[in-house]
């Protein structure tokens, strides 16, 4: 089977420990080289990665046999790295948000456009079989007409922060929690039910000294006229889950548990069975895929850019107390 050449830029966090395994599991992917600008996280993944590492992004860049690059890296750099490897006519897989700003990603979908590479970006909760399946079956009619959708995300993050980090810092994390959680289910009412108008938000912060606002609270009106709520922290235990309501019932995911649950119009509960999937290795052999056969990513720059342009209102409209049209 055919493998697409690719490198992997980033291995702090979950660039190690999850994407790995991922690249591994997709089955299409060769990893050629990897780099990681802390030489500590170098040594660390030196004694488990089978390849070397590279010196520099350069030399990523200029490896031949690099065909795309995963780049797992801060937000606010997301933008210059994108570009670059593009200009080196270097396919592109990047983690959400595809970018800081609606400006940024602008810049970012004209570069790879312009070099005709694929840019991928990391939406993976869409990828959720449960999501698959709320899709048709509110597709299907199953709850009647759809009447409105609401989601939360959230988790204690923001209690290990420290200001050497960049998730500190209001100009490299834009937003919070819903930079770094919310924007997935931003994505997923964008999946399930049409593009974003217009966005009334509110921040807070409560617990810690760091720059970022801890709690966001976004309410979204969709082109087609239905309302969705989104709720994030960056300081109360985990919960992340999407629950579409509907005139004749309603259903349930719950994405930390993988668990989908349908309630009739008596509020009877019934649970739908699916089976869990590895949402970034799915994500991963898609850009395979892209890179191969020259395919269209689900989650391209259009989808992450609609995604950022509803962060960016929410944060106008929490500063201005105003709705802000999309």
Known sequence: MKKAGIALVGLGGWGATMSLPAIAEAGNLDLVTWFDANP???????????VPPAASLDEVLDN??????????????????AIQAAGRGKHVWIEKPIANTVAEADSMIQACEDAGVTLQVGHSLRRNPGMRLIKKMVGDGKIGEVATVEA???????????PEQWRWYNAKCRGGPLNLLGIHQIDNMHYLLAPSAEVTAMMAKKCLPCEIDEISHVIIRFKNGLL??????????????????????????????????????????EDVPY???????????????????????ETGGAEARAAVAVMEAAIESARTGKVVKI
């Open 40 to 50: 500590e996280t170098v040594n660390q993944c030196k004694a488990v990665i089978p």
């Open 64 to 81: 031949p046999a690099v065909e795309g690059v995963i780049f797992i890296v801060p937000n606010h750099v997301h933008a210059p790295l």
């Open 152 to 162: 939360h995300q959230s988790h204690r993050g923001g209690w290990t922060l420290t």
């Open 228 to 269: 969705g709520t989104i709720g994030d922290t960056y300081i109360t235990p985990a919960k992340t889950f999407i629950a579409v309501y509907g005139t004749t019932g309603w259903l349930e995911l719950n994405l930390l548990r993988n668990t989908l649950t349908y309630f009739d119009s008596d509020g009877k509960p």
């Open 275 to 297: 089976t869990p999937i590895n949402l970034i290795a799915d994500e991963f052999k898609e850009f395979g895929e892209c890179i191969l056969t020259g395919k269209r990513p």
